[in-house]
Protein backbone atom coordinates (compact mmCIF):
# COMPACT_ATOMS: atom_id res chain seq x y z
CA UNK A 1 0.00 0.00 0.00
CA UNK A 2 1.11 3.87 -0.50
CA UNK A 3 1.12 6.41 2.07
CA UNK A 4 0.58 10.04 1.24
CA UNK A 5 1.57 12.74 4.47
CA UNK A 6 0.41 16.09 4.59
CA UNK A 7 2.71 17.30 7.57
CA UNK A 8 0.56 20.69 8.07
CA UNK A 9 -2.74 20.29 9.34
CA UNK A 10 -3.83 23.85 9.31
CA UNK A 11 -2.32 26.81 7.15
CA UNK A 12 -3.09 30.49 6.83
CA UNK A 13 -2.37 33.11 4.41
CA UNK A 14 -3.32 36.82 3.67
CA UNK A 15 -5.01 37.65 0.75
CA UNK A 16 -3.02 38.28 -2.48
CA UNK A 17 0.09 36.90 -0.90
CA UNK A 18 1.79 33.12 -1.51
CA UNK A 19 1.51 29.74 0.00
CA UNK A 20 3.01 26.84 -0.49
CA UNK A 21 1.33 23.04 1.37
CA UNK A 22 3.57 20.47 1.54
CA UNK A 23 2.67 16.59 0.82
CA UNK A 24 5.31 13.42 0.66
CA UNK A 25 4.58 10.32 -0.37
CA UNK A 26 5.77 6.91 -0.16
CA UNK A 27 5.61 4.39 -3.13
CA UNK A 28 8.13 1.64 -4.73
CA UNK A 29 6.39 2.47 -8.30
CA UNK A 30 7.75 4.18 -10.92
CA UNK A 31 4.59 5.63 -12.73
CA UNK A 32 1.65 6.66 -11.07
CA UNK A 33 -0.30 9.99 -10.91
CA UNK A 34 -0.08 12.57 -8.04
CA UNK A 35 -3.58 15.32 -7.56
CA UNK A 36 -4.63 17.98 -5.11
CA UNK A 37 -7.69 18.21 -4.30
CA UNK A 38 -9.96 20.92 -2.69
CA UNK A 39 -12.59 20.19 -0.24
CA UNK A 40 -14.57 23.46 0.65
CA UNK A 41 -17.34 23.08 3.87
CA UNK A 42 -19.87 22.41 0.58
CA UNK A 43 -17.72 19.27 1.30
CA UNK A 44 -17.76 18.80 -2.92
CA UNK A 45 -14.18 17.44 -3.53
CA UNK A 46 -12.66 19.48 -6.27
CA UNK A 47 -9.77 18.55 -8.75
CA UNK A 48 -7.17 21.34 -8.80
CA UNK A 49 -4.24 20.31 -10.33
CA UNK A 50 -2.51 16.94 -11.28
CA UNK A 51 0.76 15.52 -11.80
CA UNK A 52 1.92 12.47 -14.10
CA UNK A 53 4.72 11.40 -12.67
CA UNK A 54 6.98 10.65 -15.95
CA UNK A 55 6.65 14.15 -16.38
CA UNK A 56 9.04 16.20 -15.30
CA UNK A 57 7.41 19.58 -16.22
CA UNK A 58 5.86 20.70 -13.09
CA UNK A 59 2.13 20.91 -13.63
CA UNK A 60 0.31 24.53 -13.63
CA UNK A 61 -3.49 25.49 -13.51
CA UNK A 62 -3.79 29.29 -13.01
CA UNK A 63 -2.92 30.61 -9.79
CA UNK A 64 -2.01 26.90 -8.77
CA UNK A 65 1.27 25.34 -9.50
CA UNK A 66 3.27 22.63 -7.88
CA UNK A 67 6.74 21.70 -7.00
CA UNK A 68 7.00 17.79 -8.16
CA UNK A 69 10.61 16.30 -6.61
CA UNK A 70 10.24 12.76 -7.76
CA UNK A 71 13.28 11.37 -6.22
CA UNK A 72 12.08 13.32 -3.09
CA UNK A 73 8.64 11.66 -3.12
CA UNK A 74 7.55 15.57 -2.38
CA UNK A 75 4.71 16.92 -4.29
CA UNK A 76 3.71 20.46 -2.92
CA UNK A 77 0.98 22.71 -3.78
CA UNK A 78 1.15 26.61 -4.41
CA UNK A 79 -1.08 29.23 -4.87
CA UNK A 80 -0.51 32.24 -5.53
CA UNK A 81 -2.54 35.88 -5.45
CA UNK A 82 -4.34 33.70 -2.18
CA UNK A 83 -8.14 34.55 -2.50
CA UNK A 84 -11.27 34.30 -0.42
CA UNK A 85 -12.35 31.46 -2.02
CA UNK A 86 -9.35 29.43 -1.99
CA UNK A 87 -10.04 28.85 1.62
CA UNK A 88 -10.77 24.92 2.24
CA UNK A 89 -9.55 21.81 2.83
CA UNK A 90 -6.71 20.56 0.46
CA UNK A 91 -6.10 17.07 0.02
CA UNK A 92 -3.02 15.53 -1.53
CA UNK A 93 -3.82 12.10 -3.70
CA UNK A 94 -1.63 9.38 -5.18
CA UNK A 95 -3.32 7.06 -7.96
CA UNK A 96 -1.88 3.70 -8.47
CA UNK A 97 -2.18 2.95 -11.76
CA UNK A 98 -0.89 -1.38 -10.29
CA UNK A 99 -3.64 -1.28 -7.86
CA UNK A 100 -6.01 1.07 -9.47
CA UNK A 101 -6.44 2.76 -6.52
CA UNK A 102 -6.44 6.39 -5.08
CA UNK A 103 -4.80 7.25 -1.20
CA UNK A 104 -5.39 10.20 0.14
CA UNK A 105 -3.38 12.60 2.72
CA UNK A 106 -5.07 13.82 5.69
CA UNK A 107 -5.18 17.28 4.61
CA UNK A 108 -4.57 20.92 5.29
CA UNK A 109 -7.26 23.26 6.27
CA UNK A 110 -5.97 26.68 4.33
CA UNK A 111 -7.27 29.92 5.77
CA UNK A 112 -6.98 33.07 3.77
CA UNK A 113 -7.24 36.13 6.03
CA UNK A 114 -8.49 39.59 4.60
CA UNK B 1 -23.52 17.91 -18.38
CA UNK B 2 -23.97 17.23 -14.94
CA UNK B 3 -21.59 16.03 -12.36
CA UNK B 4 -21.86 13.34 -9.82
CA UNK B 5 -25.16 13.32 -8.20
CA UNK B 6 -25.88 12.11 -4.72
CA UNK B 7 -28.72 11.14 -2.47
CA UNK B 8 -29.66 11.68 0.25
CA UNK B 9 -27.95 14.77 1.43
CA UNK B 10 -27.97 13.72 5.31
CA UNK B 11 -28.89 10.08 6.70
CA UNK B 12 -29.59 9.96 10.52
CA UNK B 13 -30.05 6.08 11.69
CA UNK B 14 -29.33 3.66 14.54
CA UNK B 15 -27.35 1.11 15.14
CA UNK B 16 -27.77 -1.95 13.92
CA UNK B 17 -29.83 -0.58 11.03
CA UNK B 18 -29.03 -0.72 7.49
CA UNK B 19 -28.49 1.85 4.93
CA UNK B 20 -28.61 2.69 0.95
CA UNK B 21 -26.78 5.79 -0.18
CA UNK B 22 -26.80 6.13 -4.12
CA UNK B 23 -24.69 7.85 -6.80
CA UNK B 24 -24.80 8.58 -10.44
CA UNK B 25 -21.75 9.21 -12.38
CA UNK B 26 -20.56 12.10 -14.18
CA UNK B 27 -22.04 11.99 -17.77
CA UNK B 28 -20.39 9.65 -19.99
CA UNK B 29 -18.42 7.64 -16.95
CA UNK B 30 -19.12 4.20 -16.40
CA UNK B 31 -16.67 3.90 -13.13
CA UNK B 32 -17.59 4.40 -10.23
CA UNK B 33 -15.40 4.19 -6.43
CA UNK B 34 -16.83 4.69 -3.29
CA UNK B 35 -14.70 6.50 -0.32
CA UNK B 36 -15.55 7.26 3.84
CA UNK B 37 -14.69 10.49 5.24
CA UNK B 38 -14.10 9.84 8.94
CA UNK B 39 -14.30 14.17 10.75
CA UNK B 40 -10.73 15.28 10.48
CA UNK B 41 -9.69 12.54 7.87
CA UNK B 42 -8.75 12.24 4.11
CA UNK B 43 -11.00 9.96 2.17
CA UNK B 44 -10.73 6.09 2.69
CA UNK B 45 -11.34 3.60 -0.19
CA UNK B 46 -14.26 1.14 0.00
CA UNK B 47 -14.56 -0.08 -3.38
CA UNK B 48 -14.95 0.27 -6.96
CA UNK B 49 -17.26 -1.03 -10.17
CA UNK B 50 -17.17 -1.42 -13.47
CA UNK B 51 -19.15 -3.27 -15.48
CA UNK B 52 -21.88 -3.58 -12.97
CA UNK B 53 -18.65 -5.53 -11.16
CA UNK B 54 -16.58 -4.91 -7.80
CA UNK B 55 -13.21 -4.80 -9.26
CA UNK B 56 -11.07 -3.45 -6.30
CA UNK B 57 -11.88 -3.02 -2.76
CA UNK B 58 -10.39 -1.55 0.31
CA UNK B 59 -9.79 -2.77 3.56
CA UNK B 60 -14.01 -2.71 5.19
CA UNK B 61 -15.48 -4.98 6.28
CA UNK B 62 -18.35 -7.50 4.59
CA UNK B 63 -21.12 -5.05 5.88
CA UNK B 64 -20.35 -2.85 3.45
CA UNK B 65 -21.53 -4.01 0.30
CA UNK B 66 -22.56 -2.22 -3.34
CA UNK B 67 -24.17 -2.32 -6.69
CA UNK B 68 -23.73 -0.91 -10.26
CA UNK B 69 -26.79 -0.93 -12.14
CA UNK B 70 -26.82 -1.14 -16.44
CA UNK B 71 -26.45 2.86 -16.04
CA UNK B 72 -23.59 3.24 -14.39
CA UNK B 73 -25.19 4.26 -11.24
CA UNK B 74 -24.50 2.63 -7.85
CA UNK B 75 -25.61 1.94 -4.33
CA UNK B 76 -23.59 1.65 -1.52
CA UNK B 77 -25.80 -0.50 1.26
CA UNK B 78 -23.96 -0.53 5.00
CA UNK B 79 -25.60 -3.36 7.22
CA UNK B 80 -25.59 -3.37 10.99
CA UNK B 81 -24.86 -0.07 11.51
CA UNK B 82 -22.08 1.43 14.25
CA UNK B 83 -21.25 4.26 15.69
CA UNK B 84 -17.78 4.32 13.58
CA UNK B 85 -19.40 4.26 10.47
CA UNK B 86 -20.74 7.34 10.86
CA UNK B 87 -18.60 9.44 8.50
CA UNK B 88 -19.25 11.64 4.84
CA UNK B 89 -19.72 8.85 2.34
CA UNK B 90 -18.17 10.17 -1.38
CA UNK B 91 -18.79 8.59 -4.82
CA UNK B 92 -15.93 9.37 -7.75
CA UNK B 93 -16.81 8.50 -11.00
CA UNK B 94 -14.22 8.14 -13.39
CA UNK B 95 -13.95 7.81 -17.84
CA UNK B 96 -13.27 4.49 -17.62
CA UNK B 97 -11.91 1.60 -15.46
CA UNK B 98 -8.36 2.96 -15.46
CA UNK B 99 -8.68 6.32 -15.88
CA UNK B 100 -6.30 8.34 -13.96
CA UNK B 101 -8.64 11.04 -12.89
CA UNK B 102 -11.72 10.95 -10.62
CA UNK B 103 -14.61 13.24 -10.25
CA UNK B 104 -16.38 13.79 -6.67
CA UNK B 105 -19.95 14.07 -5.73
CA UNK B 106 -21.47 16.17 -2.99
CA UNK B 107 -20.99 13.22 -0.45
CA UNK B 108 -23.54 11.98 1.77
CA UNK B 109 -23.25 12.69 5.42
CA UNK B 110 -24.44 9.47 7.33
CA UNK B 111 -24.87 9.82 11.31
CA UNK B 112 -25.29 6.64 13.29
CA UNK B 113 -26.84 6.83 16.63
Known amino acids: AQTVTQSQPEMSVQEAETVTLSCTYD???????LFWYKQPPSRQMILVIR??????QNATENRFSVNFQKAAKSFSLKISDSQLGDAAMYFC???????????FGTGTSLTVIP | DAGVTQSPTHLIKTRGQQVTLRCSPK?????VSWYQQALGQGPQFIFQ???????QRGNFPDRFSGHQFPNYSSELNVNALLLGDSALYLC????????????FGPGTRLTVL
Open chain 2, 92 to 103: ASSLSLYADTQY
Open chain 1, 27 to 33: TSESDYY
Open chain 1, 51 to 56: QEAYKQ
Open chain 1, 93 to 103: AYRSPQENQFY
Open chain 2, 27 to 31: SGHDT
Open chain 2, 49 to 55: YYEEEER
